[in-house]
Every structure is written in C-alpha cells, then in structure tokens.
C-alpha cells in the first residue's frame, strides 16, 4: 500500500526512535528469521534498520520523487535485504542491507524519471546518478587551470571516469537534459498545430498498396495460366508444396499417392520446369523474376 504524507511521517518518526541493536542480537534476530521464520524477529531487525532507510531515501529527494514513495521502496530494499541475508557470512546486517535499499530506491527513480526508459545497464545507472557531480567537477578542475574543454572533450572524461561507453554518456545527456512532453502540445509559432502532425505516417502510400494489388492479380493469373500445363497429378503436387500454407512434405504426399519420396521430389521439378516453359513462351521476360522461382 502506497505511504502518503501522514503515514510516511509518522513511520519515519517511529524509525528514529527504534532501538539500536548490537551485534549479538542483530545476529540472533538474523539466525531466528532464517532458521525458524520467526516473524517477530524479522519485524524487529527491519524496524531497528528503517532509520538507515529513510536516511538514505531523503539523499534522492533532488530527483523529485515523493519523500513517502521513496521511503517506501527503500523499505522495499531493507525487506530483500532482510530476506537474503546470510548471518554466518561475517557482515553486518547494516552493511549489507545499504547495497539493496540503496538498489531499489534508484531503480524506483530511474523507472518514474520519465515516461521513456533512462536506462537499464549498470553503466546508464552509473551515469544517471553521477554524470552531473562528475562534469561538474571537471569543469571545476579545467577553469582553475585556465583550459576550456569542449563538449567532446567532456564526455569523453566523464566516460572514462565512470567506465562507460561514450555512446551511453552521449545519451543519458540528451535524456537528462530535456523533459517529456506532450505531442498534443502546439508549436510554437504554429497556432492551432500539434507536434503530433509532424510524424511521419508509416501506414502503406495508396497508391503502392493499389500497385501491389495489381501485381498481385497480374502474378496470380500467371501462375494459375501456367499450372494448366500440368497433368492433374502434378498439379496436387505444386499445390500441396508451394500454393497451401501448411505445404505438405515429401513423405506425405508419397503416401498419399502411394509413390517413393524421391519420385514425388522427382514429378515435382518437372512439373516446375513445365511451368517455367510456359511462363516464358507466353509473356518473355517479362515475369523474369517470377519464373525464376520455379
């Protein structure tokens, strides 16, 4: 169920006054919840850690997602954390629950930035949440040398410092630096015009659909001029092999006509050789390229 303002106050006051657990009972809490399901303990551990979640989801409020929804999923990642952790590992709780809290509340950011999808390699990640401290700091660096690095410049540095490929710095800048907007949305200078209009239709041109029909017809009156060269059985034959959408192998028309595969193969290629005659002597080279076909 969704937090909203009321509820996430009042669970991020109760987080802060939570007992601090040491490590002996943080790892009998763990090893009750792994070994038994004790749910009591399990409520205790998250309870004792939530205080490590709300802190950690109020460093995100810059990307302007709710305090509550971001509160939320990082209870949603202090509960996987809870789930899969191993108390005999040597780790403490705290610090191997950080990774997942610290998980789910980014992947919540990325998922409700925008309507497109930011990213979803560890290296889009990566640069969604540290390419502006990242070229802020080289800017920084280059003025008090006196330099100016271009663009280019930039986003090389920014993909070699962060272990990324330029094509995917190239791209988290275009996705941070502009918003979503509606295509429903009038040009400016363009009055009564939307940028929906603008798109290209990709639906079939008219005229090459009534071509395509025409060809269509045209080949359809060939073939069907062509077959009438053939004896009744190699006509089942062609039919069967190339004019049906389920054809029919070799093997089954054999034993249809109560004839060897390789025979059935064989009456097959001369009756498309006669068709192929046929099509050449009546209209030349014309249907050049749908004789070649048989």
């Known amino acids: 169920m969704a937090l909203d303002g009321r509820n996430a106050s009042a669970l991020t006051q109760t987080a802060m006054s939570a007992e601090l657990l040491d490590a002996e009972t943080e790892l009998e809490l763990a090893r ?3 070994d038994h399901g004790d749910e009591a303990a399990l409520h205790r551990l998250v309870t004792a850690y939530m205080r490590l979640a709300v802190s950690m989801a109020a460093k995100y409020r ?3 997602a709710p305090m ?3 509160t939320q999923e990082a209870g949603v990642g202090l509960m996987k954390a809870a789930e899969k952790f191993d108390p005999d590992r040597g780790v403490r709780f705290s610090t191997y629950a950080v990774w997942w809290i ?3 509340i980014q ?3 990325m998922r409700n930035w925008s309507m497109v999808r930011t990213g979803s390699t560890s290296s889009q990640k990566s640069l ?3 390419m502006r401290r990242v070229r802020a700091r080289l800017e920084r660096e280059s003025e008090a040398l006196g330099d100016h690095m271009s663009g280019d410049e930039i986003r090389r540095r920014i993909a070699e ?6 094509r995917d710095v190239e791209m988290m800048e275009g996705r941070l630096a502009g918003s979503d907007f509606s295509l429903n949305a009038q040009q400016a200078g363009d009055e009564g015009r939307e940028w929906l209009e603008t798109l290209e239709d990709d639906s079939p041109n008219p005229e090459a659909t009534v071509g395509r029909e025409h060809d269509l017809q045209a080949a359809r009156g060939w073939i069907a001029d062509a077959m009438t060269a053939l004896t009744d059985r190699e006509r089942m034959i062609i039919v069967a092999r190339k004019i049906e959408d389920d054809p029919e192998t070799l093997e089954s028309l054999g034993g249809k006509l109560g004839l060897s595969k390789e025979r059935v193969r064989q009456l097959e290629s001369q009756a498309l050789r006669k068709m192929r005659r046929r099509l050449e002597d009546t209209l030349g080279d014309a249907p050049k ?3 070649s076909t048989f």
């Open 32 to 34: 009750r919840w792994r």
């Open 62 to 64: 810059r990307y302007g």
């Open 68 to 70: 509550a929804d971001l």
């Open 102 to 104: 610290k998980a789910s």
């Open 107 to 109: 992947d919540y950011v």
């Open 128 to 130: 969604f949440f540290n």
């Open 161 to 166: 410092d962060l272990g990324a490929p330029l």
């Open 289 to 291: 390229d749908l004789a």
